[in-house]
Structure formats: C-alpha cells, structure tokens
C-alpha cells in the first residue's frame, strides 16, 4: 500500500479525484460550497503525500502549499460573509498580493531593478486577467470549472515540461481535485454558492503561484503563461446549448484542454528535455 501511494500517478490523479468526487456527492446536502471543501482535502491529502508532513524549512514550494489550501479554505468558509462585507474583491486582490510577496520577495530581491518591475508587472497581470476571465464565466458552473480544469492542468503539465516535477505534481493534483468536484456536478447538477467573486480564489491564486514559481525556480518561458491566461476567456465564447451536464461540461472543457496540452507539448519541445517525471 505504501508504494503505491508513492507513485506519482496515484498522488496527483486517482487520489485526488476520487476524494474530490466522494465528498462532493457526500457534501452537496449540507453545504453551498461541497465542492470547494472536497477540493481542499484532496488536495490537502496529495500535498501531504508529495510534499510530506514537515513544513521546515519554510521553501517557495512549501508556502505555496500553505497557501493554496488557505484559499481553497476561505474560499469555502467565508463567501457570504465577505459579499455581505462587500469585501470580495479587495480581499481576493490583497490576498492574491500577499501571497506573491511572501513567496518571491527573497528571490526577486536578489535581483536588478528592471527585473523585478516586469516579474511584478507580469505576475500582476497574469492575475488580473485570471481574475477579469473568471468574473465572465462564475455564473455559469460548467464554464467556470471547465476553465479551471483546463488552467490547472495547463500550469501542472507546463510545470513538469519545465522540469520542475514537484511544482507539476501540485497543479496535476489540484487539476484531478478539481477534475472529481466537476463530475459530481455533471452527476447531481449541484453548482452550490459559486456565483460569489471569492470562490474563484483558489481558480486564480493556484495557477498564478505555480506558474511565476515554474518561471522562476524552473525553465518555463514567461510567455508560456500568456495562452494559459486566456484560457477562462476562451471557454466562456464556446456556446452551451445542450440540455444534457454532460454535453455542457465537455464543451466548456475543450478549449482549456487544448490549450493546455497545446502549451504543454510547447514547453517541452523548447526545452530540449525530457519532463520532470
């Protein structure tokens, strides 16, 4: 049993899906936001198994950790105090601010002026587009985690093309997390609080710490991010008229998959090697 949970495949794919879309069934009844808690103890459960359980010394990837399960957290506790609070929005921004500089102000200090401005401009803009892309699509539940199916699993696979197979391995498995809370919606049809601006958090902040983290502890071009960026806008032009979940959630997935194994396959072959796998 312990080897196979050290396998790679099992940590950040099967596990994480199939706890996702158990306790996305088993939750739905009893909270708007079932989805969001299945997400964070899948992923929770494979951060544990990739990571370990020691959190020292306090690395880049560790605070990453630390602070994908915060959002995916808040996300799920805390939606309808903040839209009451009228908070969503400066909270997501603050957080999403706090969070790049804890986890790269040691890096980018080292480094000259102008690099720090455009890691800064560039990591800022990537999470403003994210976060303007997923206000377009969270009314509609098919679009929304068809888009952040298709971006997590864009920034894991980019990631482990980069050769950074830890950074891969935590997208990978919140991509399956994600992936298994999606089915559960296909199955059911029950979207719960997913209108609220906050639970697109861990949507945005996710993609955005892995992919400037790829950038700057790995080989993944800056510009791989860019079609990545694009992908909630791409899967909120595709037209859903289907009855069927199912027709509408693979309709919505497409453009992200393809633009995610698109940008992936990119990587790969510019970096002249072999994955981190």
Known sequence: MDNLLDRPEVQSALLPFVIALVLALGLRKLTATAWLWAMFAAFTLSALLINGLTLTPLTGTRKI???????????ALLPGVLARLRLQRPFTDL????????????????????????????????????????????????RLHGAGLGLLLG?????????????????????????????????????????????????????????VASVLFARLPWYALIPLAFIPLA???????????????????????????????????????????
Request: with cysteine.
């Open 155 to 211: 920034v894991g696979l980019a990631a482990t093309a980069a050769a950074s197979a830890l950074l891969g391995q935590l997208g990978l498995a919140l991509a399956a997390a994600c992936g298994g809370a999606y089915l559960a919606w296909v199955i059911t049809g029950a979207s719960g609080n997913a209108k609220q601006l906050v639970v697109t958090l861990p949507y945005v902040l996710a993609p955005l710490l892995l992919g």
């Open 95 to 142: 957080f999403c601010l706090l969070a790049l500089g804890w986890v790269f102000s040691a890096v980018v200090a080292r480094m000259q002026t102008l690099q720090i401005a455009m890691i800064a401009a560039g990591a800022v803009a990537f999470a403003f587009t994210l976060q303007l892309s997923f206000e377009r699509v969270i009314v509609n539940p098919a």
């Open 235 to 277: 899967a909120s032009l595709v037209p859903l008229k289907f009855e069927s979940r199912f027709a509408r959630a693979l309709v919505a997935s497409l453009p992200g998959l393809v633009i995610a194994l698109a940008t992936a396959f990119w990587v790969w072959k510019s970096s002249g090697s072999a994955s981190g796998y």
């Open 65 to 75: 950790i630390l602070l994908i399960g915060g959002a995916l957290f808040v996300a």
